[in-house]
């Protein structure tokens, strides 16, 4: 490759902003990945994302996303816009042949994710690249956790007990937004961090979820907008059981209410032969338990930060540990050496779609008490 | 009270231990409760349960329990049988006129609750008490959580996460027992470990729950026992979402199949004031979260062991932690108590019925494919 | 043995408290050991001892305990009382032939703990035995530690880092008490929880401290006493290092004045092939790392409640915690097997003495600007 | 400020890769900060600084230290070697009118130090500005923990217990480094792991430390070098107490022996009215105890990511946690902004030399079996 790779981001916000910090670090801790240029990054407001752009460190600003995917510099296009604009930006990225990534979920709706897969699948017959970026698959406790399981570890898993729970909407007082309107955010809770649940559900346990049962609540009806009070048209909390394709069982519940819990994703793996146990507010530690019993049995605090585990020999010593940011930069380097390589990065669009569908299902189970709906209804 | 309270136990295994340790102990840590004296303990066998008597400081033993509730000297009846003969001897005690304690679940049927609740609302009317096992009422970091959800410390609680799990039968080659045996336990975990969450849930809340949504499975369908390879006929693990009467929601997963799980029961509680922890491994502490942010925001570990906790004047000095059978002594005390003072003790036969209806409602909607039940059906 | 062992125990108030529970349930624990009969409790308030008797569950209450150890049903004395009455005590008791077990520290002064040693030895020529109550070697979680570390389970041990943190002093307007007066106390919190923390690190390591260098801190140093402002004549807090016989190190930091800390007996031990930690407010839990490294290496958390684990079969299921009293009733039982076995107990009076010597030698360090002193000086 | 501030960092290994990246992203974090230019990057070995610099994102690589501080285009100097070429870089560097920031500690003797103390204070008088990288002052739970201190949240502090565990030499099979020779490092894991724990006692509390009574031991006394088995001449662990200028006492614990840590430095401090406690494996976190008790008191865990938490507002929203790493870009946001307040930055040279004379103190104690020694003799 005779050049760097350019690198345009559409979207300069919150995560915008983490990609941006992954493009500018990636050589620095990967040196092995196709080297980058932080060519452009995209948004609607000229000043705003000019002012972005330098401060994140890139070469060039630019308000027209349609433009900047016909670029001869632009290679790779990472999409961090909201969800509703997800699937134009990313079949349109494809069909320039642009390598895309795109921030989760992949979309907001069931029929966008397919349209978005199978332009995927298209781009990926023609060596073009792509992604969803499900970026705890990348916490290196997590990626030890599923290399535990694939190794069989923990033995046969049987149940997945999982929950992601935050609080920043627990007071009443806290403004409308956007992400609390159907229309834009296409969800809730269950879209915004359910995703990622069901995403590292079938992830640690590489095989599909095939029904779910559900319920959900808006536990604040209506919060005030800028013209006064207005419904909640989306879900605060939601609650599920999923089965896998073999027979597995996961619980999952996320809330935006759970007071106190600022980015509570725990996870509990309980196999036939060992178990696991995360939380992402401890991000560098993966607590095993291997076999059934004996009098020093006990689950084991992995402190993940040695070169041999997953994606850290590129950072620091052993105990240094790894921020949250830092998922991001990985994502990047997968996402980079794929593209080296020549295969299909993951998690693929495919993989995201399927994690809609387990949403769908979830919502639809919901909105008829809770009755067991499969995820190819 | 001229004389002692004779106190007969029914059961001498596991049950009829915690129980013989209380009524033997509670009098040194209660000194105002009624003096009591461990008059006779009651079993089938009677070489074994003489031993008992012997070891658990009894002053007599006898086989016949029909007998026993006819006895002068007795005036208190602890059944610590299991299920399926409670609704036999404590509405006989009852109707002999003598206080009952029975250990949980109330009854393995909903049949056998609603008449018992009935035996225990006529002795009411005639100055006889009685009152359900639910020990864990009486753990006093959870007597505490009850009191700070009561005084309003965690605002209107919206949501629970609750667990029980358990992991004595993850190894599949564990051996068939009765309590996998739906025609002796009545149920499973769910009767087993879920009554006590479905318990503290009410109690907690201080309300009823009204609608649930669930799921059983049984992961090893078959165990050996003395004949060879037996049918396991009821669940291994369960799962189901409570709605409250005022429309809170409470998630339940209890499991004998939680690989590493010792005693797991715990508890998360979310109000929009505030957030409860606790974790029956750790029973001393509670950790409680007050207000929704700020600087110094956080869960505090409370070491629930001072003088002004519940309980907690009658024992050691701060930090000298309580075990899991001093539950039982507590749960004595307060039951002596409520005789010398002619109240009715809790939890009361009707509170263990309602327990009954949750646990029937969660059976008849993962009987329907998760489909939401309501307990008054 | 024809009769029940019978049994004097010498203060009611907390060790007599807890001295009571031990021997009122040693034997429905411990069936196999002898059986004991509660007969005398001593002290020198005859109403206040009557009453603390009847609630004990003693047979007898006396005030003189020089009658008592003379009485032909006593078999065993213990003592509960101030350190400063230890000795006259003990040693009356063994010459008149009774088992004496006493609490700990063993004496208030080197002397005195010497020719208590002395005592001990020539009773146990005669038959008679003695012993120490250092409770905390019954801990299940610390025997558990001395076994693994016996058996080589984390090598080599180098260093050890203990510490016993309480705060019951941390309050400058909490009042004068015994226990901050030299001439009835002996020592500060050094005698108090250090003798504790110098008798584990000798336990576990199983060989003495010869050497130590030490400071002592009175941070108020003046308390209300019943005529006004009193001097405080303890330490507050003290710290040292030892050095054991073979070389290795231990850190001891104790203190009264550590805001939050209720019982925080914490041990750390490092060998040079794994490490454990303890933690008294958790004292069902031992953390065992084995090994130097490795991709799953961690630290693992025991849940010291099986049956194979040490004293534990004779409790409850796996999960079902002890509390802080439990460990006087094993200690009991162990005091009991000795006797019937007829081999000395352990911690034996010369445990003890080492102990003082270890304390004493901290003592003159502190007095000397830290210079390193012996115990055998 | 017309053009970046133009930025050397001479050394280019692990200090060299943290500070790499510190510049290479202070900009995008800190916008308001003066605009940096990674100019220069400077290594012994031609070749392989060269690839660092490409790698890290600098501008140019040089060889020659000398000629550097002389260029016109560097403005401030970074040193991140070993301790023993510290002096001399910094004070040249001071001398040619640049910025200097140097690795901790500030150098190997006291008397190198003194000289820096005296070349700073010089610069500083001058304009030019000097820190040295006790970066750990810059973890926000620790910056939020001394916030708390001087507001008086947690009293008076009478005492502070410190370590600092590693395990990275436990094996005795671990070869020997220029770590472990006197001549090259100064000291072991005193003056590698002890000078941070120092630093944060006297920063924490505000004060200096005035004596010092220390302990010493090296474990392991020969290490295999690439010539053969070789003595280790520095200590493999060391143990302190400290006294402040108002009393104050401080434990402090370090090892590169503690098998199973990996970064554990921890601190608790205890006041009159409060407690704090911290370890760095978990370095989001901080547990407070504020009052000396009552029904609700206990430690607080505030997971340290809200905005109003010191250096926090640039990074991400709550509960999306930091790595070691970022304390670096905060330390050098907070050079920067020194640097265009036309203020000296902390902490200053003189601070390390603080640190450098209560090592040397401890150094002396342990040399003389333990006797006090204060830090001014």
Redesign the interface.
Known sequence: MSRPLGVAVVGYS?MGK?H??AW??V??FF?ETPAVRQQVLVGRDADAVAAAAA???WHDAATDWRAVIERDDVDVVDICTPGDSHAAIACAALAAGKHVLVEKPLANTVVEAEQMAKAAADGSSRGIRSAVGFNYRRVPALA?ARR?IAEG???EV??V?A?Y????L???AAPMTWRLRRESAGSGVLGDLGSHVVDLVQHLLDEPVVAA?G?L?T?VPSRTGPDGPEPVTVDD?A?A?LETRSGR?A?V?V?R????????LTL?V??????LRFD?????EL????G????????????V??P??PSLAA????????????TFTIQAADFLAAIAAGTDPAPSFADGLAVQRVLDAIER?AA?????HTTHD
Chains 1, 2, 3, 4 share one sequence.
């Open positions: 919150f983490a941006s910090n500018r670090n050589n620095a040196p401060r994140y460190g030890l535990l570890r923990v033995g049987r149940q007990r929950a729970l935050q609080d920043w627990a007071d009443p049962s319920r609540r536990f909390a609650w059981t069982v619980s519940e809330s209410m759970a007071t106190g819990r600022k980015n509570g509990e309980y196999g036939d032969a060992g178990a992402l507010e401890r991000l560098n607590h095993l338990h291997e059934l019993g004996g009098p020093t049995a006990g689950f084991r605090r992995i402190v930060t040695e041999e585990h950072w620091w010593p052993p105990g240094h540990v790894l921020g949250w940011d830092h189970s008829q008490d809770g009755r067991t």
